[in-house]
């Protein structure tokens, strides 16, 4: 699913493989944000967010790929570190199940 521009810019001379803003895609009935979408949004204009200090060890297990402690947010969580959106989380069970892509994910 993509959220398109009102206006398109002159791209004639590009090759643009999609138009827009990759908002997520649906599996099995429901909606999976994108990590696009996470760095599109404010940390305000969402209703879940977790957010982090910059000195916190959670933040580092996160940018890790593992699970990381939440408060009791229900489904999906916009991950941020001092109100600066990192990505998505899905929280279960008291934890946050890691979405952070894992091509961006640090080995500490």
């Known amino acids: 699913m993509y959220l398109l521009?009102?206006?398109y810019p002159d791209t004639k001379k590009l090759k643009v493989l999609r138009y827009g803003l990759h908002l997520g895609v649906l599996k099995k009935n429901r909606f999976e944000p994108s990590h696009a979408l996470s760095h599109y949004l404010k940390v305000e204009d969402v209703k879940n967010v977790e957010n982090f200090s910059v000195q916190s060890e959670s933040i580092l297990k996160y940018l890790k790929g593992d699970v990381v402690n939440s408060n009791?947010?229900?489904g999906w969580v916009l991950v941020s570190v001092e109100g600066i959106p990192l990505g998505w989380g899905k929280e279960s069970s008291g934890v946050i199940k890691n979405h952070y892509p894992?091509?961006?994910r640090k080995v500490f």
């Open 5 to 7: 521009p009102e206006i």
């Open 102 to 104: 894992k091509g961006l």
């Open 72 to 74: 009791d947010s229900r």
